[in-house]
T-cell receptor, first 113, second 115 residues
Framework: DQQVKQNSPSLSVQEGRISILNCDYT??????FLWYKKYPAEGPTFLIS?????DKNEDGRFTVFLNKSAKHLSLHIVPSQPGDSAVYFC????????????FGKGTKLSVKP | EPEVTQTPSHQVTQMGQEVILRCVPI?????FYWYRQILGQKVEFLVS????????KSEIFDDQFSVERPDGSNFTLKIRSTKLEDSAMYFC?????????????FGDGTRLSIL
């Protein structure tokens, strides 16, 4: 059961360039999508979210885009910094459940100086 | 910034033993959750808790699992008779509300190793 998919296990980007992390979902009833960042030996840290009624949300260097017709969302990080190197999880909520998050497998981002 | 704290950071237990994982959620949060992540796999939802009762639980959360809020600050996950396949990272989370616009904040996890 893969309701939330992150098909790229890893991504390598040069410092200062844009990082684009992608996520696909199958359940059209999800009402919120969230991105979390995770460093080794730490828990997931909330980054940014987007409601299913929006198509874009921006917070500083982070922007999330939602394409409902394609059931696709992406996280853009501009400019990328070495401290952004971490595993990024896409998660979704709603879809008939009360609050529990359904996570993708994560994408490991490496930002090279 | 307030944070969710979990203890212990690493727990090693013999198969068949009971284990209790502890969490202190963010103080003004009302919704509490447990998730687990088996090595190399996704973070998976186990259970949510609100108003002193379970709101929702996954298929993983069988009769071997229980949760409790024994006082005003702690939130615990008990595994009654541990199995080898219970070895995983267990994350506690809390949120002010249950909708996605009130995001869940996670602790750093407890690594549970069953021998």
């Amino acid at each position: 059961d893969q309701q939330v998919k992150q098909n790229s296990p890893s991504l390598s980007v040069q410092e200062g360039r844009i990082s684009i992390l992608n996520c696909d979902y199958t359940n059209s009833m999800f009402d919120y999508f969230l991105w979390y960042k995770k460093y080794p030996a730490e828990g997931p840290t909330f980054l940014i979210s987007i409601s299913s009624i929006k198509d874009k949300n921006e917070d500083g260097r982070f922007t999330v885009f939602l394409n409902k017709s394609a059931k696709h969302l992406s996280l853009h990080i501009v400019p990328s910094q070495p401290g952004d190197s971490a595993v990024y999880f896409c998660a979704a909520s709603g879809g008939g459940s009360q609050g529990n998050l359904i996570f993708g497998k994560g994408t490991k981002l490496s930002v090279k100086p | 910034e307030p944070e969710v704290t979990q203890t212990p950071s690493h727990q090693v237990t013999q198969m068949g033993q009971e284990v209790i994982l502890r969490c202190v959620p963010i103080s003004n949060h009302l919704y509490f959750y447990w998730y687990r992540q088996i090595l190399g796999q996704k973070v998976e939802f186990l259970v949510s808790f609100y108003n002193n009762e379970i709101s929702e639980k996954s298929e993983i959360f069988d009769d071997q699992f229980s949760v409790e809020r024994p006082d005003g600050s702690n939130f615990t996950l008990k595994i009654r008779s541990t199995k080898l396949e219970d070895s995983a990272m267990y994350f506690c989370a809390s949120s002010a509300g249950w909708k996605g616009n009130q995001p869940q904040h996670f602790g750093d996890g407890t690594r549970l190793s069953i021998l």
